[in-house]
């Protein structure tokens, strides 16, 4: 299974900006699809954005607009620009990667996990 490790996270106000990134190993993303979710202390885990090959890019309502999901092939690395943020996008932050032809915002449809990364947006 590929192997997924994020970055970037950390403490922003609310409008500000932040870019994470998912390094990936042991596997070349463009063969998955490949995901961010994020989860909030008592929620669950939710899927904000995905890359689904063959049909491009998926994105929560919530995050419309302001996210962008992005890929580098050449550095075998996932992005999220994350702009205009809010209060309520604070959470932990994880890329994932599942099969290449289904959305993997499902976290059912998940198959590799990264460790988190955590954003924090203060008003």
């Known amino acids: 299974q590929v192997q997924l490790v994020e970055s970037g996270g950390g403490s922003v106000q609310a409008g500000g900006s932040l870019r994470l990134s998912c390094a990936a190993s042991?596997?070349?993303?463009?063969?998955?699809?490949v995901a961010w979710f994020r989860q909030a202390p008592g929620k669950e885990r939710e899927g904000v954005a995905s890359?689904?090959?063959?049909?491009?890019?998926r994105y929560a309502d919530s995050v419309k607009g302001r996210f962008t999901i992005s890929e580098d092939n050449a550095k075998n690395t996932l992005y999220l620009q994350m702009n205009t943020l809010k209060p309520e996008d604070t959470a932990m932050y994880y890329c994932?990667?599942?099969?290449?032809?289904?959305?993997?915002?499902?976290?059912?449809?998940?198959?590799?996990w990264g460790q988190g990364t955590q954003v924090t947006v203060s008003s």
């Open positions: 890359v689904v090959r063959y049909y491009g890019t």
């Open positions: 994932a990667a599942g099969s290449s032809l289904v959305d993997c915002r499902s976290a059912s449809r998940v198959n590799s």
């Open positions: 042991g596997g070349t993303i463009s063969s998955y699809c």
